[in-house]
């Protein structure tokens, strides 16, 4: 079974940095993607940036420039270092594997249980 388990959220001031952690766990015969997600109290999840297999990055708009995504194969890790945070980054975090073969043939996606961001002004 894959099992995603984010780690390094907390609380924070305007301006600080927090570095979120995803380890993942369980045979992955493939995958197309991870990323990171969030979703602040009353709206709905978005995505804040994704590291596909080959290495190509992707990051919300509103992100650009202070989030980095990364991932470390060896250690089965995903990363994302945060920069310059706002208060509108408060979120719950989330870990997304997207596309993973999970069986030879079988696909689906997995998310972690979340992480809490917090950042006060």
């Known amino acids: 079974q894959v099992q995603l388990v984010e780690s390094g959220g907390g609380l924070v001031q305007a301006g600080g940095s927090l570095r979120l952690s995803c380890a993942t766990s369980?045979?992955?015969?493939?995958?197309?993607?991870m990323g990171w997600y969030r979703q602040a109290p009353g709206n709905q999840r978005e995505l804040v940036a994704t590291i596909t297999r080959g290495g190509s990055t992707n990051y919300a708009d509103s992100v650009k420039g202070r989030f980095t995504i990364s991932r470390d194969h060896v250690k089965n890790m995903v990363y994302l270092q945060m920069n310059n945070l706002k208060p509108e980054d408060t979120a719950v975090y989330y870990c997304?594997?997207?596309?993973?073969?999970?069986?030879?043939?079988?696909?689906?996606?997995?998310w972690g249980q979340g992480t809490q961001v917090t950042v006060s002004s």
């Open positions: 997304n594997a997207d596309r993973v073969m999970y069986t030879p043939g079988l696909t689906r996606d997995f």
């Open positions: 369980g045979t992955i015969f493939g995958y197309n993607a």
